[in-house]
């Protein structure tokens, strides 16, 4: 499996570890690493071009890009957003199989009209709009560990059937359109989390075959993080292995991880070269 990791520097607490973390996996011969230096650095170093602004009216309205460039995170959201649809492209290119995406704000709160809770633009609808309409793209899946609920990827997919959303959250079941929300208890273990996950989207994954499966992976369900549900580090890393060894069952190995929720520096610094150093290790 050829990895690709991108990477851009944001202000913060929880990726202040980040890229030195990645040391000793950066080595590894399948890995690429695209990075984009925020706010400068110079031209001639940027590998991660922001992705054109004309982009981002595939899922956002005019209005809401404005209202984004008022709060003045407009450039970070829009090179988080540049992350996951660069991944996208390079894995339908074939120059990699799977990618992690870092992020400064993450895409699931923010819909056609509105966003909200750290999220500014939605990145993997982003992405994608832009793969259906450059290529011969179709089906895509996104899986949504996030602890809260997707309401922004949600709204954009709601009636598009070529697009399988499984949200798992506190929010009631709820099923329509080949869109899922799956309710996951406020205190759960990491077996019983594991086994709902199985249990639910497993055999409709299989079944409804993506070409790209996209993963808005956030650990803010973990203990101590602000939206504790009771897990586990471990759980992360158990999800990431589930879902490498699906995508090569169903969509030939192409993953791409999209960071969202989280905000505990240790954590971060634990899990992510974990993660992708199970993204990057062939079995
Ligand atoms: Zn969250
Ligand atoms: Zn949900």
């Known amino acids: ?80 957003a540049t992350g996951t649809v660069r991944a996208a492209e390079k894995i339908w290119a074939g120059e990699i199989d799977n990618a992690f995406v870092f992020t400064g ?33 179709k089906r895509f899946s996104i899986i949504d560990t996030d602890a809260h609920h997707g309401d922004g990827t949600w709204e954009i997919f709601e009636k598009d059937p070529d697009v399988f959303y499984a949200c798992f959250c506190g929010n009631p079941v709820r099923e329509e359109n080949n869109k899922v929300n799956i309710h996951v208890p406020s205190r759960v273990t990491d077996e019983v989390y594991l086994e709902v996950f199985r249990k639910t989207i497993l055999a409709r994954l299989r079944a409804f075959r993506p070409e790209i499966l996209f993963w808005n ?18 759980v992360h890393i158990s999800l990431t292995r589930e879902l490498r060894k699906l995508a090569e069952e169903i969509s030939q190995g192409r993953l791409i991880i999209v960071l969202c929720g989280g905000s505990r520096r240790d954590l971060a610094r634990f899990l992510i070269p974990r993660m992708i150093g199970v993204l990057v290790d062939s079995r």
């Not at 992976?217 to 471990?234: A, Q, S, V």
Request: aromatic fraction near 16%; hydrophobic fraction near 35%.
């Open 1 to 80: 499996m050829k990895t690709g990791i991108f990477f851009h520097y944001q202000k913060g607490e929880r990726l202040k570890d980040f890229p030195q973390a990645l040391d000793g996996i950066l080595e590894k011969e399948n890995l690429f690493l695209y990075d984009a230096f925020y706010p400068s650095k110079p031209p001639s170093s940027f590998d991660l071009d922001p992705v054109p602004t004309d982009l981002l009216y595939q899922v956002h309205s005019p209005e809401v890009v404005e209202e984004v460039k008022r709060t003045g995170n407009f450039e970070g959201a829009l090179l988080s």
């Open 105 to 137: 704000y993450g895409d699931h709160h923010a819909g056609t009209d509105f966003f909200g809770g750290g999220c500014y633009f939605n990145g993997a609808a982003i992405a994608i709009r832009e793969l259906r309409k450059r290529f011969e793209a």
């Open 217 to 234: 992976w956030g650990y803010d369900g973990t203990k101590g993080e602000y939206g504790d549900i009771g897990l586990t580090p471990e």
